[in-house]
């Protein structure tokens, strides 16, 4: 009778962690998405690391070109650092925290610390070289040809740049967004630091625009198909160009952002395509400054987001049974996360303004954005067909065996010996649960059809990646605002 009364407590207990009046435990979710970070880190970790199963890394990266790339983050599961989603990652982070920083509780030290690893490595790769920018450490063939921990890698660490003989206005205008908008993190709590980011984002933005290019012109062969600018440099330009006016409100920035005629229609948002990203942020000027000078800007946002929200003439989404919305089959989670903070973030602006619109003849308010992005994140929280959370760590039930090389090899601290390159597949072959968790990792998600199989080798719906969690941060932390912390 005992043992009955305290297995009931722990599943009280337990149901408690996960929901709090009737939602899912938000502020449990913002802490572990944002500590998730830890788990990507590559380079000398520091004393207060709390991801304790990994270890330094990386630690002569840079070395192919007489220079120093230590630090930053792994993209995904593999161990080749890409600066392109890096930057993303970055930027998105740092919207997160101008936006909903306040809604963070104690939680934005960490936020702000996860931004700090990305910058410090995007401050390296923009000054070590004049001229140059630094986009990628690691052959990325020569890795995924390996399963093996990053403490272990003794794959190629080749270096990868842009420059003006080989341009990359797309990474070079994503690393200026970060920067600037970083920039704006650190004015208050280390402003020395915030002003070095603010000077480097100009002289980036500065060759972006100078230097026109698509970065997988000059690198295909190491950047496609893993991370090639598909949705070309414009949106980059545009991106990067909006941020450093937040930052600067240099009058040149909005002349040229202005001058670029990016009109292109949109229902992606993500690591390759801003233009929705660009055209919420800038809509901002007009909903909270009441500037109706960028009235252009926040038409273009509301086209957008008529082609996310269902049931309108306009809608070009595609949803779930289970209501998730559903773009591409590879990763989709990353667009769910990524358009469900610009929905919460522009809700957040109408409702400032008391400003609503139409799609067709749907009546669209701060209240039916909410309502859709707030959908999305319950669904990656459990509250889908299968009942599974799609956060790692989250939730009575969520994948074991996602694909990431740290999380399904052995740590140092209980394996100490090398494990070679082919020697890994035994555990990536392995149908045992990864033995370590990274916790608060978003993997890529179910299919159309809701299903999703805990399956390591299907990196399409199992892998997580910087990219899926950074917007998800801001979302999660509007959520903690709106019902609490739990």
């Known amino acids: 009778m005992a043992a009955t009364k305290q297995r009931l407590c722990f599943l009280v207990i337990t149901c408690f962690l996960i929901r709090v009046h009737g939602h899912p435990n938000y502020a449990d979710a913002l802490r572990k998405s944002i500590l998730f970070f830890e788990g990507q880190r590559s380079g000398r970790l520091p004393r207060d690391q709390r991801i304790t199963w990994r270890s330094n890394s990386g630690l002569s990266d840079g070395s192919a070109a007489n220079v120093d790339l230590t630090g930053g983050y792994y993209d995904a599961g593999d161990n080749v650092k890409f600066g392109f989603p890096m930057a993303f990652t970055a930027t998105m982070l740092s919207w997160s925290v101008l936006e909903y920083g306040k809604r963070m509780g104690g939680e934005v030290g960490n936020a702000r610390a996860a931004i700090r690893w990305a910058t410090d490595y995007l401050l390296k790769a923009a000054t070590q070289t004049p001229g140059k920018l630094y986009v990628g450490v690691g052959d990325p063939d020569a890795d995924h040809r390996c399963w093996e ?44 630091y915030s002003r070095r ?32 600018s598909y949705s070309g440099y414009q949106d980059e330009l545009l991106w990067g160009a909006s941020w450093l006016f937040r930052a600067t409100n240099d009058a040149s920035y909005l002349n040229y952002l202005k001058s670029l005629g990016a009109n292109d229609n949109t229902d992606f948002f993500s690591w390759d395509n801003k233009f929705a990203g660009a055209r919420v942020l800038l809509s901002r000027r007009v909903h909270v400054d009441n500037n109706m000078s960028f009235v252009q800007f926040q038409q273009q946002a509301e086209d957008f987001m008529c082609r996310i929200l269902p049931n309108n003439p306009s809608s070009t989404t595609q949803y779930t049974p289970g209501g998730l919305m559903y773009k591409q089959s590879s990763a989709n989670l990353q667009y769910a996360t990524s358009i469900s903070f610009l929905l919460f973030t522009y809700s957040k602006y109408i409702a400032s303004s008391k400003h609503s619109f139409t799609c067709g003849s749907l009546l669209i308010t701060a209240s039916s954005l909410r309502s859709l992005a707030k959908k999305q994140v319950d669904y990656i929280l459990g509250e889908n067909p299968l009942k599974i959370s799609y956060m790692e760590g989250f939730g009575a039930r969520f994948p074991q065996k996602i694909h990431h090389r740290a999380a399904s090899l052995p740590s140092l601290a209980t394996y100490p010996g090398h494990i070679g390159c082919q020697d890994g597949f035994q555990f990536l072959d392995s149908s ?26 299907d990196f399409s719906h199992s892998e997580p990646a910087t990219y899926i969690n950074a917007p998800l941060v801001g979302s999660l932390a509007y959520l903690v605002g709106s019902y609490g912390n739990g």
């Open 149 to 192: 921990r990053p403490e272990d890698m003794d794959t190629p660490r080749a270096v990868y740049s842009v420059s003006k003989t080989n341009p990359g206005s797309d990474v070079a205008g994503e690393t200026a967004a970060a920067l600037a908008a970083a920039s704006l993190v650190f004015r208050v709590t280390d402003r020395a």
């Open 197 to 228: 980011l603010l000077a480097v984002a100009k002289t980036v933005m500065a060759f972006a625009m100078k230097y026109q290019g698509k970065y997988s012109d000059s690198l295909g062969s190491v950047v496609c198909p893993f991370y090639c």
């Open 432 to 457: 045992s649960p990864n033995p370590n968790i990274l916790t608060g990792a978003v993997v890529g998600g179910p299919d159309q059809n809701d299903a999703f199989t805990d399956d390591r080798k």
